[in-house]
């Protein structure tokens, strides 16, 4: 590894990770320590057991109210989760091999995730990032709204750029996660001899960056809104 790519591709996820992971912890902390409401804030029918946690996932996932508010809108938020889950267990594949059966089956979520799914995301963050300039919802926004959407954009289109023109084995960054996991960082020969090398430590930069606001941006709703919808569904 060269210099700039030691400390973003090898220094800076380590401490993008232990951002994320310590400040997520702060936020559930700080959630916790929040007053409970005298009142009782959940929704009739009210149901119990199984039930209630299938409508608390059911109601953070697909959020059904929102299709009743804005369907075209609901519709672009369903597909980017739905591809966003679809790219995050194709990666997971670089974390090391699986039992078989997984490994096969994370490997053709890996491959839909890096073609259908990675331009889903790309579509449907330029299409949130559109209706920002807008009304109303131009005046609803404020400057880190444009920051998250650019950002995720920026994170999306190198890891597309590298999916589908990028020559590099998937093998080789396996390797490199597992330098990562034994702490001891660097890029293999396939990737270090790629053009496409540079490519890839821009994506693991915007990467870094994204961990690192991520629990203090808007977009740590992903933890709040399933305790919402448990208080909802209590």
Do not use: C
């Not at 590894?1 to 559930?28: K, P």
């Not at 330098?179 to 915007?206: C, M, N």
């Amino acid at each position: 590894m060269d210099a700039f790519s030691f400390w973003v591709a090898g220094v800076m996820v380590y401490v993008a990770v232990a951002v994320l992971v310590l400040g997520l912890a702060w936020r559930l902390y700080q959630w916790r320590r929040l007053a409970a409401s005298p009142m009782r804030l959940g929704i009739f029918p009210k149901p119990r057991g199984g039930a209630k946690a299938l409508r608390i996932v059911a109601d953070t996932l697909v959020f059904p109210q929102a299709a009743e508010v804005n369907a075209p809108l609901w519709l672009a938020v369903f597909l980017f989760h739905l591809a966003l889950l679809g790219v995050f267990v194709g990666h997971l594949r670089l974390l090391g091999r699986f039992p078989e059966f997984l490994e096969v089956k994370m490997s053709e979520s890996a491959h839909l995730a890096g073609g259908t799914m990675g331009i889903v995301l790309v579509v449907t963050l330029f299409y949130f990032l559109i209706r920002r300039f807008k009304s109303p919802s131009k005046e609803l926004s404020v400057p880190e709204d444009y920051l998250l959407l650019i950002l995720l954009l920026g994170v999306v289109v190198m890891g597309d750029h590298l999916r589908l023109f990028a020559e590099i084995p998937f093998s080789a960054y396996r390797q490199y996660v597992a330098s990562l996991l034994a702490l001891r960082p660097e890029f293999g020969p396939e990737i270090a001899a790629s053009p496409y090398k540079t490519a890839l430590v821009v994506h693991v930069l915007l990467a870094n960056l994204l961990f690192i606001y991520l629990p203090f941006s808007k977009l740590v709703h992903f933890i709040g809104a399933f305790l919402t919808n448990g208080i909802r569904r209590s």
